[in-house]
């Protein structure tokens, strides 16, 4: 099995998102969180991505008779590598996007379910923008946005800290007339950053 076909199921595609951000969780928290996954296939799931090397046991405890395990993502297995992003057909890349856009989607209707869903105390946000970049330049911005992100993507969880998640799409676009409008297109919290 390839890692696009290990890591685009949909359902593993969530268990992978839930482990973001150096989580240890145990099945029990993962399927609290994953509630509308049936358990069995919840186990199921979990048990590939450990056997694939993308999820790892960390702990174990006995519960009741049953050993309970913690399990951390190892991020570098979870990622494609270039070679394999290259060989992918653009219909694989399609499916790919599709799964990751409806993982994202999941992700924005749980938040909006909650009570306390407060998309502009929360700074939730999604915005469009459109750069004239020459190939330097674009490779600059992806440059700046490894530095700014890198060290912050290394905080550990802690007092006052919220797991946040970040999300991008870059794309090349249409060129079209120069000059008209702003370039961005706004979420409901209003930021005008890309």
């Known amino acids: 099995m390839t890692t696009a076909d290990l890591l685009l199921h949909p359902v593993r595609l969530r268990i992978v998102q839930a482990f973001l951000g150096d989580r240890a969780l145990t099945t029990g928290a993962l399927r609290e969180e994953l509630s509308d996954v049936p358990s069995t296939s919840l186990y199921r799931h979990v048990a590939r991505l450990v056997d694939a090397g993308v999820l790892m046991v960390v702990a174990e405890r006995q519960v009741r008779g049953a050993v309970e395990r913690t399990y951390v993502l190892r991020a570098a297995a979870a990622k494609m590598s270039a070679d394999e992003v290259a060989r992918m057909s653009p219909d694989d890349h ?3 996007f599709m799964a990751f856009v409806a993982g994202l989607l999941d992700d924005v209707d749980r938040y909006l379910a909650r009570e306390d869903a407060d998309p502009v105390r929360d700074g939730a946000t999604y915005n469009l923008a459109g750069m004239w970049l020459d190939d330097a330049e674009y490779a600059a ?13 290394a905080l550990p969880p802690g007092p006052g ?10 794309l ?11 370039g961005h297109a706004h979420g409901p919290a209003g930021s005008a950053a890309p």
């Not at 800290?161 to 870059?170: G, K, N, Q």
């Open 94 to 96: 399609r499916n790919a």
């Open 141 to 153: 911005v992806l440059h700046d946005l490894v530095r700014v992100l890198q060290p912050r993507l």
């Open 161 to 170: 800290r919220r797991r946040r998640i970040l999300a991008t799409v870059l």
């Open 172 to 182: 090349p676009g249409e060129d079209g007339a120069q000059g008209a409008g702003d």
